[in-house]
Protein backbone atom coordinates (compact mmCIF):
# COMPACT_ATOMS: atom_id res chain seq x y z
CA UNK A 1 0.00 0.00 0.00
CA UNK A 2 1.18 3.36 -0.85
CA UNK A 3 1.42 6.13 2.16
CA UNK A 4 1.46 9.72 1.71
CA UNK A 5 4.03 11.59 3.41
CA UNK A 6 3.62 13.61 6.37
CA UNK A 7 3.34 17.41 6.26
CA UNK A 8 2.98 19.24 2.73
CA UNK A 9 6.73 19.91 1.63
CA UNK A 10 8.15 22.17 -1.21
CA UNK A 11 11.20 19.73 -1.52
CA UNK A 12 10.86 16.31 -3.20
CA UNK A 13 12.06 13.27 -1.41
CA UNK A 14 14.88 11.67 -3.38
CA UNK A 15 15.52 7.93 -3.64
CA UNK A 16 17.61 5.55 -5.68
CA UNK A 17 15.19 3.16 -7.63
CA UNK A 18 14.22 4.90 -10.54
CA UNK A 19 11.63 2.83 -10.95
CA UNK A 20 9.42 3.77 -7.83
CA UNK A 21 6.25 5.49 -7.72
CA UNK A 22 5.22 7.97 -4.82
CA UNK A 23 2.48 10.24 -4.45
CA UNK A 24 3.37 13.79 -3.66
CA UNK A 25 1.86 16.51 -1.91
CA UNK A 26 1.92 20.01 -4.06
CA UNK A 27 0.16 22.87 -1.35
CA UNK A 28 -2.62 20.10 -0.47
CA UNK A 29 -3.26 18.16 -3.59
CA UNK A 30 -1.86 14.47 -3.69
CA UNK A 31 -0.89 13.48 -7.63
CA UNK A 32 1.69 10.75 -8.64
CA UNK A 33 4.82 11.43 -9.44
CA UNK A 34 8.08 9.63 -10.59
CA UNK A 35 10.47 10.44 -7.90
CA UNK A 36 14.54 10.31 -9.01
CA UNK A 37 18.05 11.17 -7.17
CA UNK A 38 19.14 14.91 -7.52
CA UNK A 39 22.46 13.01 -7.95
CA UNK A 40 21.74 11.52 -11.31
CA UNK A 41 20.75 12.81 -14.55
CA UNK A 42 17.63 11.59 -16.48
CA UNK A 43 17.79 8.57 -18.44
CA UNK A 44 16.58 8.44 -22.44
CA UNK A 45 14.22 6.27 -20.94
CA UNK A 46 12.98 8.50 -18.49
CA UNK A 47 12.85 11.46 -20.94
CA UNK A 48 10.79 9.62 -23.31
CA UNK A 49 8.04 8.34 -20.69
CA UNK A 50 4.80 9.75 -19.85
CA UNK A 51 3.72 12.48 -16.99
CA UNK A 52 1.82 9.76 -14.53
CA UNK A 53 -0.31 12.81 -14.30
CA UNK A 54 -2.72 13.77 -17.29
CA UNK A 55 -2.12 17.70 -18.69
CA UNK A 56 -5.29 18.34 -17.05
CA UNK A 57 -4.40 17.37 -13.48
CA UNK A 58 -1.19 19.34 -14.19
CA UNK A 59 -2.57 22.54 -14.80
CA UNK A 60 -5.14 22.53 -12.57
CA UNK A 61 -2.97 21.54 -9.61
CA UNK A 62 -0.14 24.10 -10.94
CA UNK A 63 -3.30 26.87 -11.08
CA UNK A 64 -4.26 25.95 -7.64
CA UNK A 65 -0.76 26.41 -6.20
CA UNK A 66 -0.38 29.77 -7.88
CA UNK A 67 -3.84 30.99 -6.61
CA UNK A 68 -2.89 30.49 -3.10
CA UNK A 69 0.26 32.39 -3.47
CA UNK A 70 -1.74 35.39 -5.05
CA UNK A 71 -4.42 35.46 -1.80
CA UNK A 72 -0.74 34.94 0.32
CA UNK A 73 1.03 37.46 -1.26
CA UNK A 74 -1.44 40.21 -3.36
CA UNK A 75 0.78 42.84 -3.04
CA UNK A 76 2.03 42.53 -6.55
CA UNK A 77 -1.46 42.23 -8.35
CA UNK A 78 -3.21 45.01 -5.88
CA UNK A 79 -0.17 47.11 -6.81
CA UNK A 80 -0.91 47.01 -10.65
CA UNK A 81 -4.22 47.17 -10.08
CA UNK A 82 -4.02 50.38 -8.17
CA UNK A 83 -1.45 52.05 -9.40
CA UNK A 84 -2.55 51.60 -13.31
CA UNK A 85 -6.27 52.97 -12.07
CA UNK A 86 -4.74 56.10 -9.97
CA UNK A 87 -2.52 56.79 -13.49
CA UNK A 88 -5.29 56.33 -14.99
CA UNK A 89 -7.21 58.96 -13.51
CA UNK A 90 -4.25 61.40 -13.49
CA UNK A 91 -3.78 61.52 -17.22
CA UNK A 92 -7.75 61.78 -17.74
CA UNK A 93 -7.42 64.78 -15.10
CA UNK A 94 -4.29 66.58 -17.01
CA UNK A 95 -4.61 66.20 -20.66
CA UNK A 96 -8.68 66.60 -19.58
CA UNK A 97 -10.87 67.80 -22.72
CA UNK A 98 -8.02 67.86 -25.03
CA UNK A 99 -8.84 70.80 -28.02
CA UNK A 100 -8.00 69.99 -31.24
CA UNK A 101 -5.48 73.52 -32.03
CA UNK A 102 -1.66 73.08 -31.94
CA UNK A 103 -1.75 72.83 -28.30
CA UNK A 104 -4.48 70.00 -27.80
CA UNK A 105 -2.70 67.85 -30.60
CA UNK A 106 0.56 67.93 -28.59
CA UNK A 107 -1.64 66.79 -25.85
CA UNK A 108 -3.00 64.07 -27.51
CA UNK A 109 0.14 62.93 -28.54
CA UNK A 110 1.73 63.20 -25.18
CA UNK A 111 -0.77 61.38 -23.27
CA UNK A 112 -1.09 58.18 -25.81
CA UNK A 113 2.76 57.93 -25.59
CA UNK A 114 2.57 58.49 -21.59
CA UNK A 115 0.09 55.53 -20.96
CA UNK A 116 2.67 53.24 -23.40
CA UNK A 117 5.40 54.92 -21.08
CA UNK A 118 3.63 53.65 -17.72
CA UNK A 119 2.90 50.35 -19.36
CA UNK A 120 6.24 49.67 -20.75
CA UNK A 121 7.50 50.53 -17.26
CA UNK A 122 5.32 48.15 -15.39
CA UNK A 123 6.46 45.38 -17.21
CA UNK A 124 9.96 45.16 -15.49
CA UNK A 125 8.00 43.40 -12.69
CA UNK A 126 8.12 40.20 -15.17
CA UNK A 127 11.81 39.67 -14.79
CA UNK A 128 12.43 38.10 -11.86
CA UNK A 129 9.09 35.87 -12.78
CA UNK A 130 11.43 32.19 -13.31
CA UNK A 131 13.71 33.31 -10.18
CA UNK A 132 11.27 33.13 -7.50
CA UNK A 133 10.36 29.64 -7.84
CA UNK A 134 13.82 28.91 -10.04
CA UNK A 135 14.39 25.62 -7.68
CA UNK A 136 11.04 24.54 -7.00
CA UNK A 137 10.03 24.51 -10.45
CA UNK A 138 13.72 22.25 -11.46
CA UNK A 139 13.04 19.95 -8.26
CA UNK A 140 9.94 19.37 -9.60
CA UNK A 141 9.86 18.67 -13.36
CA UNK A 142 13.17 16.57 -12.65
CA UNK A 143 10.51 14.60 -10.53
CA UNK A 144 8.03 14.13 -13.54
CA UNK A 145 5.26 15.99 -11.77
CA UNK A 146 4.04 18.43 -14.63
CA UNK A 147 6.08 19.54 -18.27
CA UNK A 148 7.44 22.35 -19.13
CA UNK A 149 4.88 23.93 -21.25
CA UNK A 150 2.35 23.44 -18.68
CA UNK A 151 4.33 25.08 -15.88
CA UNK A 152 4.94 28.06 -18.74
CA UNK A 153 1.12 28.14 -19.66
CA UNK A 154 0.00 28.75 -16.30
CA UNK A 155 2.89 31.72 -15.54
CA UNK A 156 1.75 33.01 -18.29
CA UNK A 157 -1.95 33.12 -17.62
CA UNK A 158 -1.22 35.00 -14.42
CA UNK A 159 1.17 37.31 -15.44
CA UNK A 160 0.28 37.92 -19.01
CA UNK A 161 -3.60 37.51 -19.01
CA UNK A 162 -4.27 39.40 -15.33
CA UNK A 163 -1.13 41.85 -15.41
CA UNK A 164 -1.14 42.46 -18.86
CA UNK A 165 -4.40 42.43 -20.87
CA UNK A 166 -6.49 43.66 -17.47
CA UNK A 167 -4.77 47.01 -16.60
CA UNK A 168 -5.24 48.19 -19.84
CA UNK A 169 -8.77 48.30 -19.78
CA UNK A 170 -8.71 50.89 -17.27
CA UNK A 171 -6.90 53.40 -20.11
CA UNK A 172 -9.47 52.57 -22.11
CA UNK A 173 -12.76 53.22 -19.65
CA UNK A 174 -10.88 56.40 -17.78
CA UNK A 175 -8.37 58.32 -19.53
CA UNK A 176 -10.18 57.96 -23.47
CA UNK A 177 -13.17 59.69 -22.50
CA UNK A 178 -11.86 62.14 -20.31
CA UNK A 179 -8.91 63.05 -22.53
CA UNK A 180 -11.74 63.60 -25.07
CA UNK A 181 -9.88 61.14 -27.34
CA UNK A 182 -11.33 60.41 -30.98
CA UNK A 183 -14.99 59.98 -30.87
CA UNK A 184 -15.18 61.54 -26.99
CA UNK A 185 -14.27 64.73 -28.26
CA UNK A 186 -16.22 67.99 -26.35
CA UNK A 187 -16.79 70.04 -29.44
CA UNK A 188 -16.63 67.51 -31.91
CA UNK A 189 -15.75 69.21 -35.51
CA UNK A 190 -16.98 67.08 -38.32
CA UNK A 191 -15.05 66.86 -41.57
CA UNK A 192 -16.72 69.32 -42.78
CA UNK A 193 -15.67 71.93 -40.22
CA UNK A 194 -19.05 72.63 -38.54
CA UNK A 195 -19.72 71.32 -34.98
CA UNK A 196 -21.08 67.91 -34.70
CA UNK A 197 -25.03 68.40 -32.67
CA UNK A 198 -26.29 65.68 -30.62
CA UNK A 199 -28.78 64.59 -33.53
CA UNK A 200 -26.31 64.11 -35.77
CA UNK A 201 -23.90 61.05 -33.42
CA UNK A 202 -25.95 58.60 -35.13
CA UNK A 203 -25.83 54.80 -35.16
CA UNK A 204 -22.86 54.74 -37.59
CA UNK A 205 -20.90 57.61 -35.33
CA UNK A 206 -21.24 55.07 -32.57
CA UNK A 207 -20.09 52.14 -33.95
CA UNK A 208 -17.08 54.00 -34.81
CA UNK A 209 -16.32 55.27 -32.05
CA UNK A 210 -16.72 51.72 -30.54
CA UNK A 211 -14.33 50.58 -33.36
CA UNK A 212 -11.91 53.18 -32.38
CA UNK A 213 -11.77 51.57 -28.74
CA UNK A 214 -11.71 47.86 -29.72
CA UNK A 215 -8.69 48.85 -31.65
CA UNK A 216 -7.46 51.41 -28.28
CA UNK A 217 -7.59 49.06 -26.18
CA UNK A 218 -5.93 46.38 -28.35
CA UNK A 219 -2.82 48.18 -28.96
CA UNK A 220 -2.17 48.72 -25.42
CA UNK A 221 -2.45 45.40 -24.94
CA UNK A 222 -0.40 44.11 -27.56
CA UNK A 223 2.30 46.21 -26.76
CA UNK A 224 1.91 45.25 -22.87
CA UNK A 225 2.60 41.61 -23.67
CA UNK A 226 5.27 42.47 -25.94
CA UNK A 227 7.24 43.96 -23.58
CA UNK A 228 5.99 41.66 -20.52
CA UNK A 229 7.81 38.91 -23.55
CA UNK A 230 10.64 40.33 -24.23
CA UNK A 231 11.45 41.28 -20.16
CA UNK A 232 10.66 37.45 -19.72
CA UNK A 233 13.74 36.59 -22.04
CA UNK A 234 15.27 38.75 -20.58
CA UNK A 235 14.83 37.40 -17.21
CA UNK A 236 15.62 33.73 -18.59
CA UNK A 237 19.31 34.62 -20.29
CA UNK A 238 20.75 36.65 -18.13
CA UNK A 239 22.17 35.26 -14.64
CA UNK A 240 20.94 37.23 -11.81
CA UNK A 241 18.75 39.58 -10.87
CA UNK A 242 21.17 42.81 -10.72
CA UNK A 243 21.99 41.84 -14.66
CA UNK A 244 18.32 41.32 -15.56
CA UNK A 245 17.16 44.86 -14.18
CA UNK A 246 20.38 46.73 -16.07
CA UNK A 247 19.73 44.92 -19.23
CA UNK A 248 15.79 44.55 -18.91
CA UNK A 249 15.77 48.87 -18.58
CA UNK A 250 18.06 49.15 -21.73
CA UNK A 251 16.80 47.88 -23.90
CA UNK A 252 13.11 49.02 -23.13
CA UNK A 253 14.90 52.24 -23.03
CA UNK A 254 16.19 51.93 -26.33
CA UNK A 255 12.49 50.89 -27.67
CA UNK A 256 11.11 54.38 -26.27
CA UNK A 257 13.73 56.40 -27.67
CA UNK A 258 12.67 54.58 -31.09
CA UNK A 259 9.47 55.22 -29.98
CA UNK A 260 8.42 57.88 -32.82
CA UNK A 261 7.96 60.48 -29.63
CA UNK A 262 11.67 61.40 -29.37
CA UNK A 263 13.21 60.19 -32.29
CA UNK A 264 11.12 61.22 -35.43
CA UNK A 265 12.25 61.30 -39.22
CA UNK A 266 13.13 64.70 -40.37
CA UNK A 267 15.04 64.63 -43.47
CA UNK A 268 13.58 64.30 -46.94
CA UNK A 269 14.24 61.79 -49.57
CA UNK A 270 16.81 60.89 -50.95
CA UNK A 271 17.56 62.80 -54.25
CA UNK A 272 19.07 60.28 -57.04
CA UNK A 273 22.46 59.12 -56.64
CA UNK A 274 22.34 60.24 -53.00
CA UNK A 275 23.74 57.80 -50.27
CA UNK A 276 21.17 57.44 -47.00
CA UNK A 277 23.15 58.31 -43.85
CA UNK A 278 24.14 55.67 -41.50
CA UNK A 279 22.77 57.27 -38.70
CA UNK A 280 19.40 57.18 -40.50
CA UNK A 281 19.61 53.56 -41.65
CA UNK A 282 20.27 52.61 -37.97
CA UNK A 283 17.68 54.66 -36.56
CA UNK A 284 15.19 53.29 -39.05
CA UNK A 285 16.16 50.12 -37.98
CA UNK A 286 15.74 50.15 -34.70
CA UNK A 287 11.93 52.04 -34.83
CA UNK A 288 10.87 49.12 -36.83
CA UNK A 289 12.14 46.45 -34.37
CA UNK A 290 10.42 48.69 -31.42
CA UNK A 291 7.19 47.71 -30.58
CA UNK A 292 6.67 50.92 -28.49
CA UNK A 293 7.08 52.86 -32.25
CA UNK A 294 4.39 49.97 -33.89
CA UNK A 295 1.76 50.90 -30.93
CA UNK A 296 2.49 54.36 -30.91
CA UNK A 297 2.06 55.42 -34.84
CA UNK A 298 -0.90 52.38 -34.65
CA UNK A 299 -2.74 54.80 -32.06
CA UNK A 300 -1.93 58.07 -34.00
CA UNK A 301 -3.67 57.16 -36.50
CA UNK A 302 -6.44 55.50 -34.76
CA UNK A 303 -6.75 59.11 -33.37
CA UNK A 304 -6.13 61.73 -36.02
CA UNK A 305 -7.62 59.72 -38.84
CA UNK A 306 -11.25 60.15 -39.44
CA UNK A 307 -11.27 62.47 -36.54
CA UNK A 308 -12.70 66.12 -38.30
CA UNK A 309 -10.62 69.23 -38.88
CA UNK A 310 -7.42 70.38 -36.50
CA UNK A 311 -6.28 73.57 -35.97
CA UNK A 312 -2.55 74.45 -36.72
CA UNK A 313 -2.64 77.88 -34.39
CA UNK A 314 0.97 79.59 -34.12
CA UNK A 315 1.67 82.42 -32.49
CA UNK A 316 4.21 85.17 -33.10
CA UNK A 317 4.95 88.74 -31.06
CA UNK A 318 4.64 91.69 -33.32
CA UNK A 319 7.80 93.38 -34.00
CA UNK A 320 4.95 97.04 -33.59
CA UNK A 321 4.25 99.12 -30.64
CA UNK A 322 3.15 97.26 -27.79
CA UNK A 323 4.69 94.17 -28.50
CA UNK A 324 1.18 92.66 -29.32
CA UNK A 325 0.81 88.66 -29.67
CA UNK A 326 -0.81 88.13 -33.05
CA UNK A 327 -1.94 84.10 -34.08
CA UNK A 328 -3.55 82.54 -36.87
CA UNK A 329 -5.44 78.97 -37.73
CA UNK A 330 -5.05 77.06 -40.47
CA UNK A 331 -7.43 74.09 -40.81
CA UNK A 332 -6.39 70.95 -41.69
CA UNK A 333 -7.55 67.27 -41.59
CA UNK A 334 -6.27 65.02 -39.24
CA UNK A 335 -4.43 62.73 -42.11
CA UNK A 336 -2.51 66.08 -43.05
CA UNK A 337 -1.28 66.22 -38.90
CA UNK A 338 0.06 62.50 -39.05
CA UNK A 339 1.98 63.55 -42.62
CA UNK A 340 3.40 66.82 -41.30
CA UNK A 341 4.74 64.42 -38.32
CA UNK A 342 5.85 61.91 -40.83
CA UNK A 343 3.90 59.20 -39.67
CA UNK A 344 1.50 56.61 -41.28
CA UNK A 345 -1.55 57.89 -42.36
CA UNK A 346 -3.76 55.35 -43.72
CA UNK A 347 -5.73 52.17 -42.25
CA UNK A 348 -3.01 49.78 -44.46
CA UNK A 349 -0.04 51.28 -42.23
CA UNK A 350 -2.13 50.81 -38.98
CA UNK A 351 -3.52 47.51 -40.25
CA UNK A 352 0.67 46.99 -40.71
CA UNK A 353 1.63 48.30 -37.28
CA UNK A 354 -0.62 45.90 -35.67
CA UNK A 355 0.56 43.02 -37.29
CA UNK A 356 3.90 43.66 -36.76
CA UNK A 357 2.74 44.21 -33.33
CA UNK A 358 1.23 41.35 -32.46
CA UNK A 359 3.86 39.14 -34.33
CA UNK A 360 6.71 40.91 -31.95
CA UNK A 361 4.36 39.65 -28.87
CA UNK A 362 3.75 36.29 -29.90
CA UNK A 363 7.47 36.46 -31.01
CA UNK A 364 9.19 37.29 -27.58
CA UNK A 365 6.98 34.87 -25.59
CA UNK A 366 7.73 31.87 -27.67
CA UNK A 367 11.59 33.05 -27.38
CA UNK A 368 10.67 32.91 -23.95
CA UNK A 369 9.14 29.55 -23.74
CA UNK A 370 12.63 28.51 -26.31
CA UNK A 371 14.83 29.90 -23.25
CA UNK A 372 13.26 27.83 -20.78
CA UNK A 373 13.24 24.64 -22.65
CA UNK A 374 16.95 25.19 -23.42
CA UNK A 375 18.10 26.19 -19.58
CA UNK A 376 15.69 22.86 -18.51
CA UNK A 377 17.70 20.49 -20.65
CA UNK A 378 21.04 22.30 -19.97
CA UNK A 379 20.42 21.59 -16.16
CA UNK A 380 19.75 17.78 -16.73
CA UNK A 381 16.05 17.89 -15.53
CA UNK A 382 14.07 17.23 -19.12
Not at 63 to 90: D, E, Y
Not at 204 to 219: D, E, G, V
Not at 222 to 230: R, Y
Not at 333 to 357: A, C, N, P, W, Y
Request: hydrophobic share 45%; aromatic share 10%.
Amino acid sequence: MISKPAPPRRWIACCDDESSRRVVQVDHVWIPCRVVSTAQLVTKKQKQSKFPASYRTQANVLLTRASRKVKRHPFLFALHFVSTFIVALGVGFIFKNAKKDTGGIQNRMGSLFFILLHLTLMSLSSLPVWREERLLFLSERASGIYSTGVYFLQTLWFDVFILRVLPPVFFTLVSYPMIGLNGFELNSIGGNGVERDSDSYNDSSWTLTLTKLATFTLLLVLANVAASGLMMTIGLVTPSNATANACGLLVLLLNLLCGGFFLNEQHSTARAGENTPLSTKIAQTLSSWSFVNNAFEALLINEFLDAGTFQFTPKWHSSGSGHTTESIAVDVSGQEVLQFFKFGDTRSDMLGDISTLAALAVGYVALAFVALKVTTRRLGVE
